[in-house]
């Protein structure tokens, strides 16, 4: 349909005007490409969408194809490949060219797709803004096998204001995603600072970062003397694996670049040839969670959707795990300040016991053992109270030297070994130890261990017939393991006198109660050994 130049302009004018106020990707091509096509006369025109090293391309707009290319919901237009694909994807689409036919309309035609409206040939131009690449505008008529040179600079100065705008539209999602994310994550950090130290504290940090940030997957690897183990997943909507979260959705070239690097990877198209990858996150990013200057995991994030990982959810993952190390070291710092306070106070109440009740019961016994001398001539059964009163009173007095030595151990501000070292000398044992290469375990550690080791070395006192007893301390990054061992005569397996194993259990359940184990190994005539394992 030919218009009068003043018309001509006005649709230039109002393609102008779409181009320029757009900022929805969608609506501008779709609105752009009928006034382009009211402008030209042509009949159809499609757009594609894509990156030049892509292998995948959005069908991103459609003005009146024909019949044979809407079937299955333009099912042709939406797989497969063809001229104008091939040429933009290896770099000799770069302007406004005729191509000599369509390959989807001429597959349209071998496989009796239906009505291709008499087209055959179209025109293909370049999206672009400066030398970065979009897409490609395709436009079409029937019977029309060629474009004159006045057609193709006005479709190609077209396609340039559409590239423009594309690059703005972009630009200001890329802005506008970058804002939502942050954002996001400013109220993920907030709902972090307000968590209490659980057992559970960081599959509740995995869970919220997930919830909140909107991707379909996130998983967390801890590094445990260089092997990782998973320690949370979050699977959101459209997440993928046979369990929505299996580690093998993240590539293993990712993890090891994160781990042998100490800097975040990022991956796109896993299958460049289009194909599903196998499970795995077609793109995403892993980034360290670095503790005490060391790996200490690898947060990974990603989707099912190829490109959908950017590198502003990169970014964003980046600062997620800055806030989660931040946040656990917060919390270990404060479990840290507890400890001293909790160890504040029981030197506070071991001291109170010893100033004033130890002292009292002492001179009780004083008392009672003055009266028995100061009443020579005293009833029998006056004597006798008396004397009561004083085996009580010294009995007492032993009873609170022990409560205060469990509340302050002999020793152990010195080290968990010297303590025991020393509670075994005063139940007469020779107590020899053993440590290599050891960390600082937190309070709640040390006092099962303290608690779990007097156990055993009274079970050696009492049970094993030896004066001997010997304690080995060991740790890795993830678990400390101490054993108590004796030269004893020791036992069958399932013997045990009702003394004893009511010791194992108790020894046991302090050890359960911190998720840590005890197994008893005791052979006749080779001694017992007590292995206790907490997890650090």
């Given at each position: 349909?030919?218009?009068?130049?003043?018309?001509?302009?006005?649709?230039?004018?109002?393609?102008?005007?779409?181009?320029?106020?757009?900022?929805?990707?969608?609506?501008?091509?779709?609105?752009?490409?009928?006034?382009?096509?009211?402008?030209?006369?042509l009949e159809t025109g499609w757009i594609f969408l894509m990156k030049p090293e892509a292998r995948r391309y959005r069908f991103a707009a459609d003005a009146n194809l024909p019949p044979a290319l809407l079937v299955q919901d333009r099912k042709p237009m939406r797989s497969g490949t063809c001229w104008c694909v091939e040429q933009f994807r290896d770099g000799r689409l770069r302007q406004a060219v005729n191509i000599l036919n369509c390959k989807r309309?001429?597959?349209?035609?071998?496989?009796?797709?239906?009505?291709?409206?008499?087209?055959?040939?179209?025109?293909?131009?370049?999206?672009?803004?400066?030398?970065?690449?979009?897409?490609?505008?395709?436009?079409?008529?029937?019977?029309?096998?060629?474009?004159?040179?006045?057609?193709?600079?006005?479709?190609?100065?077209?396609?340039?204001?559409?590239?423009?705008?594309?690059?703005?539209?972009?630009?200001?999602?890329?802005?506008?995603?970058?804002?939502?994310?942050f954002t996001k994550l400013g109220e993920v950090s907030r709902r972090f600072a307000a968590m209490q130290p659980a057992e559970d504290s960081i599959e509740e940090m995995i869970r919220l970062s997930g919830e909140r940030m909107g991707w379909p997957g996130l998983v967390l690897y801890i590094d445990e003397a260089s092997v990782l183990k998973r320690g949370a997943v979050y699977a959101g909507e459209g997440a993928v694996g046979e369990d929505k979260g299996t580690p093998e959705v993240v590539p293993e070239e990712a993890i090891r670049g994160v781990l042998d690097h100490h800097r975040p990877m990022r991956w796109g198209d896993m299958s460049q040839s289009g194909r599903r990858s196998g499970g795995k996150w077609r793109s995403g990013a892993a980034v360290p969670i670095l503790l005490k200057s060391r790996v200490w995991g690898v947060l990974a994030a990603g989707s099912p959707e190829y490109d959908a990982f950017d590198e502003i959810d990169a970014g964003a993952l980046e600062a997620?795990?800055?806030?989660?190390?931040?946040?656990?070291?917060?919390?270990?710092?404060?479990?840290?300040?507890?400890?001293?306070?909790?160890?504040?106070?029981?030197?506070r109440i071991a001291r109170d016991l010893h100033d004033s009740v130890s002292q009292m019961l002492f001179s009780l016994s004083l008392n009672a053992r003055g009266l028995t001398q100061a009443l020579p001539d005293a009833s029998e059964g006056t004597r006798e109270a008396l004397e009561q009163i004083q085996r009580l009173s010294q009995s007492a007095i032993g009873e609170m030297r022990s409560m205060i030595g469990q509340l302050r151990p002999a020793g152990i501000e010195e080290g968990l070994l010297t303590g025991l070292q020393r509670y075994g000398e005063q139940i007469g044992l020779r107590v020899s130890y053993r440590c290599g290469e050891f960390q600082?375990?937190?309070?709640?550690?040390?006092?099962?261990?303290?608690?779990?080791?007097?156990?055993?070395?009274?079970?050696?006192?009492?049970?094993?017939?030896?004066?001997?007893?010997?304690?080995?301390?060991?740790?890795?990054?993830?678990?400390?393991?101490?054993?108590?061992?004796?030269d004893g005569p020791g036992m069958e397996a399932g013997e045990s006198t009702s003394p004893l194993k009511y010791g194992m259990l108790t020894m046991k359940e302090r050890a359960e109660s911190v998720g840590g184990t005890v197994t008893i190994k005791s052979r006749p005539g080779q001694g017992t050994k007590v292995i206790v394992r907490l997890p650090i």
């Open positions: 349909m030919e218009h009068t130049p003043i018309r001509r302009l006005e649709l230039l004018r109002e393609i102008a005007e779409t181009i320029n106020g757009a900022y929805e990707m969608e609506p501008m091509l779709d609105i752009v490409l009928k006034k382009l096509l009211d402008l030209t006369g309309i001429e597959d349209s035609v071998r496989l009796r797709r239906g009505d291709t409206a008499g087209i055959t040939h179209h025109a293909s131009i370049p999206l672009r803004s400066g030398e970065e690449l979009f897409g490609i505008l395709n436009v079409a008529s029937p019977g029309k096998v060629r474009f004159t040179d006045e057609e193709l600079e006005l479709l190609q100065g077209i396609a340039y204001q559409i590239g423009t705008a594309l690059h703005r539209i972009r630009l200001f999602g890329k802005e506008r995603k970058r804002a939502d994310l997620l795990a800055a806030h989660i190390a931040l946040t656990l070291e917060t919390m270990w710092l404060n479990e840290k300040s507890r400890e001293l306070t909790r160890w504040e106070e029981r030197n600082e375990l937190p309070e709640r550690l040390q006092n099962v261990f303290w608690r779990i080791g007097q156990e055993a070395l009274n079970n050696v006192s009492k049970h094993s017939g030896t004066s001997a007893a010997s304690i080995e301390l060991s740790n890795n990054e993830w678990e400390a393991c101490m054993t108590i061992s004796d």
